[in-house]
Nanobody, 125 residues
Framework: QVQLVESGGGLVQAGDSLRLSCEAS????????MGWFRQAPGKEREFVAA???????FYAKSAKGRFTVSRDNAKNSVYLQMYSLKPEDTAVYFC???????????????????WGRGTQVTVSS
């Protein structure tokens, strides 16, 4: 049974940094894209960042320059290092794994068939 377990969320102040971790179990995901989505209260779920099986990174405009996505295939894990956090980054962050079939698919939630339960990130102003 596949499980994705996120950790590292919490309450921080604007300008702080935070590192999210996600460990997958149940199968090996070295040939999959691993990444992150988030959902703020009252808003649609949105793509944040992902790293392809070959190491190619993908970032939402809101994440570029502030967030770094990395992965460790030996640990079956993906990470999201977040810097200069803003109140608008407040959301539940979900770890995802999938096999997008196109470039655009990397940014599309329907490309990811494995999802974690999420970890809350709250940024106070």
């Amino acid at each position: 049974q596949v499980q994705l377990v996120e950790s590292g969320g919490g309450l921080v102040q604007a300008g702080d940094s935070l590192r999210l971790s996600c460990e997958a179990s149940g199968r090996t995901f070295s040939s999959y894209t691993m990444g992150w989505f988030r959902q703020a209260p009252g808003k649609e779920r949105e793509f944040v960042a992902a790293r392809g099986w070959n190491g190619t990174p993908f970032y939402a405009k809101s994440a570029k320059g502030r967030f770094t996505v990395s992965r460790d295939n030996a640990k079956n894990s993906v990470y999201l290092q977040m810097y200069s956090l803003k109140p608008e980054d407040t959301a539940v962050y979900f770890c995802v794994v999938g096999r997008p079939s196109s470039y655009g698919g990397n940014f599309d939630s329907t490309s990811y068939n494995y999802w974690g339960r999420g970890t809350q990130v709250t940024v106070s102003s």
